[in-house]
């Protein structure tokens, strides 16, 4: 059993800086993704950031593109999400990821329970 476990989140101001931790449990096979989602009240879930653990490869989605770094640390079975120069509009509950959709298209199969990022201006 998978299992993913997120912290690191909290409430900062407009222009401040966070780091989430993703420590992940149990055998996932292969090579795989891991990666961050976010849901704010009222919108769907998108990608933020994702890396695929066979290449080191990692995407972005455009809104965090130079403010995000996605990282992980093999030995300590943990990703990391480094925020920094927040906006308000990056509030939402913080979710991470693991599974093979960055290569086939499906969705990840294994979800933490998400640790919550408000951003105030």
């Known amino acids: 059993q998978v299992r993913l476990v997120e912290s690191g989140g909290g409430s900062v101001q407009a222009g401040g800086a966070l780091r989430l931790s993703c420590v992940a449990s149990?055998?996932?096979?292969?090579?795989?993704?891991m990666g961050w989602f976010r849901q704010a009240p009222g919108k769907e879930r998108e990608g933020v950031a994702r890396?695929?653990?066979?290449?080191?490869?990692?995407a972005y989605v455009d809104s965090v593109k130079g403010r995000f770094t996605i990282s992980q640390d093999n030995a300590k079975r943990t990703l990391y999400l480094q925020m920094n120069s927040l906006k308000p509009e990056d509030s939402a509950m913080y979710y991470c990821?693991?599974?093979?959709?960055?290569?086939?298209?499906?969705?990840?199969?294994?979800w933490g329970q998400g640790t919550q990022v408000t951003v105030s201006s």
């Open positions: 890396i695929y653990t066979g290449s080191g490869s990692t």
């Open positions: 149990g055998n996932i096979y292969g090579p795989y993704c």
């Open positions: 990821a693991a599974g093979s959709w960055c290569y086939d298209g499906t969705s990840p199969r294994y």
